[in-house]
């Protein structure tokens, strides 16, 4: 199994400011690697597949990079809704992995 | 716009059984392959298990191997994910959700998910 392994577990960014948020895998995904948004109560929104592609209605203001075993999910200018969970997921193998999450929240 | 709605959830004793259901609509279910996933109060995601679109490939998790049953309806456009000999930490909130598309793709849209407790 692929363990994907976040950091920090928990990020304090100012309204406005840059963050940015990792994930390791374990083995290499390829590019096979996608970020989602969860706020309390809600179901997991798609924001980044392919390491790098927007999903639809995705605003700009968030980026992924990486390939293999290192990724990055970039917000820039954070908007006050931007302010919950993230988790990076691997689709590299029928079984899923995800990893366990950064909260973002407000300094 | 994508609609998953899961069911069947509750509370169940250890050792029980539970049958959940996710109805999809407003697209074409046969084509794509879906996913339970589950969530545990406070927790992150998990994996649970997986269906081809026609159901002729089937993947599960470790952890619900053996005791959970995977499968779907195409004609009712229905997943069901039968669940069996439950435990304390088989609690959470099940989602379902559908894979974008065929191949390495993850899921574009999930449920609003259906709680399972086990509890005495």
């Known amino acids: 199994e692929i363990v994907l392994t976040q950091s920090p577990a928990t990020l304090s960014v100012s309204p406005g400011e840059r963050a940015t948020l990792s994930c390791r895998a374990s083995q290499s995904v390829s590019t096979n690697l996608a970020w989602y948004q969860q706020k309390f109560g809600q179901a997991p929104r798609l924001l980044i597949y392919d390491a790098s592609t927007r999903a639809t209605g995705i605003p700009a203001r968030f980026s992924g990079s990486g390939s293999g075993t290192e990724f990055t999910l970039t917000i820039s200018s954070l908007q006050s809704e931007d302010f919950a969970v993230y988790y990076c997921h691997q689709y590299n193998y029928w079984v899923y992995t995800f990893g366990q999450g950064t909260k973002l929240e407000i300094k | 716009e994508v609609h998953l709605v899961e069911s069947g959830g509750g509370l169940v004793q250890p050792g029980g059984s539970l049958r959940l259901s996710c109805s999809a609509s407003?697209?074409?279910?046969?084509?794509?392959?879906m996913y339970w996933v589950r969530q545990a109060p406070g927790k992150g995601l998990e994996f649970v298990s997986a269906i081809t679109n026609i159901g002729d490939n089937i993947y599960y998790a470790d952890s619900v191997k053996g005791r959970f049953i995977i499968s779907r309806d195409n004609s009712k456009s229905t997943l069901y994910l039968q669940l069996g000999g439950l435990r304390a930490e088989d609690t959470a909130v099940y989602f379902c959700?559908?894979?974008?598309?065929?191949?390495?793709?993850?899921?574009?849209?999930w449920g609003q998910g259906t709680l399972v407790t086990v509890s005495s």
């Open positions: 959700a559908k894979q974008m598309n065929r191949g390495y793709f993850p899921t574009d849209y």
């Open positions: 407003t697209f074409t279910f046969r084509n794509y392959a």
